[in-house]
Structures are given as C-alpha cells and as structure tokens.
C-alpha cells in the first residue's frame, strides 16, 4: 500500500472509530452510574498506538524504536477496564513507563476487525482473542521480537502490581528476547522483593478448608466434590479483601460449601502430595502451575483435571461467576467464560435481578 494512501486511511479509521465512541458514549450515558454498573465505551488514551492490527508490522515497528509489542484486550461495559484507564493509566509514572518502553494496541474480544497475525492470517479480533484464550478484560500480552509471547497478565492488576509487572519486563525479560536466555528470576519472585502496599500479613483459612498433612492425589480424596487449589501469599491486601468481605457472603458461602477447598502458601516449602501425586512442596506446584501472584483460584474437577483458573482483582459477581462456573459444569458448553457470565447477568436482570458488577 502506498504509505500516503495509508495513512490517509489511518486519518479516516480513526476519526470514524471516535465518532462511534461518541454515539456509543451518548447512548450508554443514560445508564452510567456512580458505582460503574455499565461503563460502556471506554475511551482508550489517546498515546496508544494507531494500529492497521498487523501485528507482525507492529512487533517490527516497536523494535525499530526499542520497545516492546503490548496487546490489551478489552470489551465495553468492562468496569475493571475502566478502572484500568483512569487508576492505573491515569498515573503518570504508569502512563510514562508503559510509553517509553512498549507499543500498546487494543484488541476488542468480541471485536469483528480484521488482524492480520503474527502467522499472516486475516482473523478477526474475537477469533485472535480466542486463539489466546483471552478469558477476562482487561488482559495484556507482551510479544518478543519474534511474535512469540514473553508475558501475560489476566484481569485486572491493581497500580502497584501492574507496575512492578512493566519493569519485570523492562528489567529482566526484555534482555532475553535475542539471547533466548531463561530469565534469571521469575515474576513471582521479583514481585515479592517490591515494596508492598500494607496487608495482614498471613494466610487466611476457611473452616471447611483441607489441612495439613495435605493429599490432593485422586486416591485420597474421599469425595466427588470439585477441587478449588487457593494459591496465596501473606503480604497480598487483595487476599485480605477476598476474606474479610467477598468470601463471607451468603451466596458466596454456600458456593464453597460445594467444593474440596485447600488454601495454600505460594512461598511455603511444605510438601504436598500434588493432583497428579507428586511429592513436592507447595512452592514448587505453584512453579509448575505458573502461579504468578495471589490469590490465584485453580478448579479441577472430580477426576482431578484442571478445568479453569482465575488469578487477578475480582470482585463479588465475579468470584461467584467463576464458583457457579466450574459447579455447572459450564465450560463444557461455552468454554468462553465472559460470554458464559454474560448470558447469566442478563437472565438475572430479566428476572429483575439488578446485577452491580462492582459491588
């Protein structure tokens, strides 16, 4: 394509895409509340990348300057997203390290725009999420030089993880990208040496949760309940949150109550007879499974398969979304969970069932 041509359409693209969000704002604004029920289209800032969402040519591009490729995945009415945009990109020193060291494009998960992938096929973007197996929005991959993925974050990370999680990779993982080398530490373990936001400092427990000796292989389990694996960390207010208000309401209570519950360490050198019965300690099963930061929910099913995962900020809808999930045997029928919760919130609220995806 000509590059006058194409940047004359790039022009056209995007003022045409601002006078939908504008439409779309105008038709949305009627519903907005102060709680973020249905933010609607959320307006993304303006130093994200003007993108043709040919990724090969975006990855090329970055290099070409430096920095690294950023993906984020999005969807309207996504309250995490909008609190995405304003707390963490609203911050000035996230805003300015997330500029001067990455380009970042936005891909709708149910989008119907066209994207050429790293491969050369022309997709669309819901089936370019799909291929990621983007699950929750707001989610981010960061691709190496050669298109390949360097680091994911699922859902919604809280301003000072969501920048500790931009140096790891400016730090330690942008260094490997030639080299091929394995990064020297993991995520987890750079995370756990940053300054930490004040929390209770220990592992919180249910009354109904495994203890100790811990036997999680399918010969010892006496019940065909599903498995819920609870990965946490003592210094993690998010945990704090989940305990003291989220996993205390009723519905959410008499969720639990259907499932084999272990609540473990991420850090604990304990050993653990695993689900596929290894006998390793605590810590390294949180390796194998990848487990990044706390609280992370791991499902498995009563053949200890595991079934689906959720780390990141979740709220109380969401946190019962996922439990109702697994328990229905949901992801056997719609393996795409937003779509699968989406349908739930609104058969509630035509029963007249306010949903409050905040609450």
């Not at 990348?49 to 975006?58: G, M, Q, T, Y």
């Not at 999680?216 to 389990?221: V, Y």
């Amino acid at each position: 394509m000509h590059l006058t041509y194409k940047y004359l359409l790039l022009i056209f693209l995007f003022s045409f895409h601002h006078i939908l969000q504008a439409a779309n704002f105008e038709k949305n604004s009627q519903v907005l509340t102060e709680s973020l029920e249905n933010p609607g289209s959320i307006e993304k800032p303006s130093w994200f990348k003007n993108s043709f969402l040919d990724i090969a040519e975006d990855i090329q591009e970055a290099r070409e300057n430096d920095k690294l490729l950023m993906i984020y995945f999005y969807q309207d009415g996504c309250p995490y997203c909008k609190k995405l945009i304003q707390d963490n990109f609203g911050n000035t020193d996230i805003a300015d390290l997330t500029r001067e060291h990455f380009d970042v494009i936005a891909i709708n998960m149910w989008g119907d725009r066209e994207v050429i992938a790293v491969d050369g096929k022309t997709i669309t973007e819901k089936t370019f999420s799909a291929a990621y197996k983007v699950q929750f929005t707001p989610s981010f991959l960061i691709l190496d030089s050669k298109g390949k993925k360097l680091f994911r974050m699922n859902g919604y990370y809280h301003p000072g993880k969501f920048k500790a999680a931009l140096s790891y990779v400016r730090d330690i993982l942008k260094s490997t990208t030639d080299s091929g080398d394995k990064p020297l530490v993991s995520f987890r373990e750079y995370y756990a040496k940053q300054p930490q936001v004040k929390a209770s400092g220990r592992i919180h427990q249910l009354s109904n949760a495994l203890q100790p000796p811990l036997n999680l292989s399918i010969n010892a389990r006496e019940t065909s309940k599903p498995l819920l694996v609870l990965y946490e960390q003592k210094q993690c207010p998010v945990c704090d949150e989940l305990h003291q208000d989220i996993l205390k309401r009723p519905q959410i209570k008499s969720l639990l109550n259907q499932f084999e519950i272990v609540i473990l360490d991420m850090w604990s050198e304990q050993k653990i007879i695993t689900t596929d019965n290894q006998k390793i300690t605590i810590k390294q099963w949180a390796n194998q499974l990848n487990i990044q930061s706390g609280p992370s929910f791991i499902f498995f099913d009563s053949n200890n398969k595991e079934v689906f995962r959720a780390d990141g900020y979740l709220k109380a809808f969401h946190t019962q979304g996922i439990m109702d999930y697994v328990l229905s045997k949901g992801y056997i029928t719609q393996p795409k969970f937003q779509r699968w919760l989406g349908a739930k919130a609104d058969a509630l609220e035509a029963q007249g069932i306010h949903v409050d995806l905040w609450e």
